[in-house]
């Protein structure tokens, strides 16, 4: 084919036709904004779907988009019921006097009817190397404390012993 006038007048046309289109869209694009658009004029079939993200919604509108409420889980097993627990607790306190120079003393104390004695502790008021003194479980309301002075006290001592009692379940 040879080239003639008419051909390359076509070539031009088509050339420059296909510049204008590929930057018309653009060019509208840059043209056209929000500020443009009346009102109520787009709609949702406007607006490709999934193109809108969260950030683009107000938040009265994401408010609204709640969906109806899932299935409720499975629940799990209950558990085994525990052991009632301990209750009205009560300490009794009883003291000794320790005699001096060797002297040996020894006192009990016992929970009030219907109370267990859980544990139990003594104690010298003022406590001097050469005081002694142990705790036995005496049954299960009660305690035995007893006291030793040894031979270089030269006064008598306080043993105090401290019997913690409870309400304990049958």
């Known amino acids: ?3 003639t006038a008419r051909t390359a007048l076509a070539v ?3 050339v420059v036709a296909l510049v204008v289109s590929a930057g018309a869209g653009a060019t509208a ?3 056209i904004t ?3 658009i009346r009102d109520g004029t787009v709609t949702s079939a406007d607006v490709k779907n999934r193109s809108l993200k969260a950030k683009d919604f107000s938040a009265r509108a994401k408010s609204k988009l709640r969906g109806p409420a899932g299935a409720t889980g499975a629940t799990g097993a209950t558990g085994p019921q ?3 627990g301990l209750s009205g607790f009560e300490v009794v306190t009883r003291t ?3 005699p001096a120079l060797g002297g040996t003393a020894s006192v009990s104390a016992a929970c009030p009817a219907g109370k267990k004695a859980i544990s139990a502790t003594a104690g010298y008021a003022a406590p001097l190397a050469g005081l002694l003194s142990q705790v036995t479980r005496t049954s299960d ?3 035995e404390a007893t006291g030793l002075s040894a031979a270089g006290i030269l006064v008598d001592q306080v043993l105090t012993l401290d019997v913690v009692c409870a309400t ?3």
Do not use: Y
Request: proline share 12%.
């Open 82 to 84: 525990g052991a009632p």
């Open 1 to 3: 084919m040879k080239p």
């Open 29 to 31: 694009a840059r043209l």
């Open 168 to 170: 304990v379940p049958g």
């Open 12 to 14: 031009i046309v088509a």
């Open 34 to 36: 929000g500020k443009d």
């Open 141 to 143: 309301t009660a305690f």
């Open 96 to 98: 000794v006097s320790i």
